[in-house]
């Protein structure tokens, strides 16, 4: 990763621009190694593409049209028509889906293949270019990533410092990544915003001290370590069909380690946490006690 600091940055210098500077900077570990790069058309360019090419890199994108070398063609494309021209190291493909798509690529033949999608008006399978289809699965995963980053991630804020942004960014990755790496070893997909709550709960389980410490005694099991950080307000037991006043036993009464345990009932209960407490001093001491 490179980041941007201005004119100190330090990247490869190069005659094809700013953008293929950069990739031929962060790609310099590993050329002529046969990897395959996969780019939107902000970097993608005849000369960046025919240099990869040569240090035995392949590379696929979309381009722009008025990009320098990319070859003009005034020839109206209806949809699902194409438009190619190669020469010995790069394919140039022009394609009509609802709107135009120009693509540039030094991995791929000519050539059209089934896009698993059917054709309303006439229940014909839609066929796709070669390059477009593996730039699309390729390239899916990488949109994927940004949504998901997107609508879970921590930045929300427009306002934010750029640092503080690009620090949020880096974390939101390695929480994505550790929640595939998670998924991978268990065999078990879980969620983001799951993955991010048991990660918060973990968090606080470990390092929350309480506001107060005391010097003996353990912690009770099986508690929820965001009782001591969330808003909590006492509400009364639900009703039940058995009792109209039906009470519960104190948490914090039975499992207490600074006073002889009593079996106390209460009629209030933690709307947040769902544990029924004794209005004093119980209540408090759940919420502010790690040991209570």
């Avoid at 094809?16 to 050329?31: E, N, P, Q, R």
């Avoid at 070398?69 to 005034?74: H, K, N, S, V």
């Avoid at 730039?135 to 640092?163: E, F, I, P, Q, S």
């Avoid at 991978?184 to 993955?195: N, Q, V």
């Amino acid at each position: 990763m490179v980041l941007y600091t201005g004119s100190s940055t330090e990247i490869k210098d190069s005659e094809m621009g700013y953008g293929a500077s950069v990739v031929i900077t962060l790609l310099d570990k590993y050329l002529g190694k046969g990897h395959i790069l996969w780019v939107d058309n902000w970097y993608t360019s005849p000369a960046l593409f025919t240099y990869l090419f040569e240090k035995k890199t392949n590379a696929c994108g979309t381009v722009r049209k008025n990009r320098k070398g990319i070859p003009r063609d005034e020839k109206r494309l209806e949809e699902g028509e194409t438009s190619e021209m190669c020469n010995d190291q790069l394919l140039f493909v022009r394609w009509k889906d609802k709107r135009e798509v120009l693509m540039l690529t030094t991995k791929h033949k000519s050539g059209m293949v089934e896009s698993g999608k059917v054709d309303r008006k006439t229940g014909e399978s839609r066929m796709i270019p070669l390059c477009v289809s593996k730039y699309n699965l390729c390239m899916g995963a990488v949109d994927k990533v940004d949504m998901v980053v997107t609508v879970t991630g921590t930045v929300t804020r427009k306002c934010m410092k750029w640092y503080k942004k690009y620090f949020f960014h880096l974390l939101d990755i390695t929480i994505l990544n550790s929640n595939l790496l998670q998924s991978t070893a268990s065999g078990k997909k879980r969620s983001m915003a799951d993955f991010r709550l048991e990660l918060v709960r973990q968090l606080i389980e470990k390092y929350h001290e309480g506001n107060s410490k005391p010097k003996g005694g353990r912690p009770s099991k099986g508690e929820d370590p965001t009782r001591l950080t969330a808003r909590h307000f006492l509400s009364l037991i639900p009703p039940t069909t058995a009792k109209q006043n039906p009470t519960r036993v104190c948490r914090v009464c039975t499992n207490t380690q600074h006073r002889p345990k009593q079996r106390k009932e209460s009629r209030y209960l933690c709307s947040t946490c769902q544990v029924p407490l004794c209005v004093v001093p119980c209540f408090e001491e759940y919420h502010t006690k790690k040991v209570f």
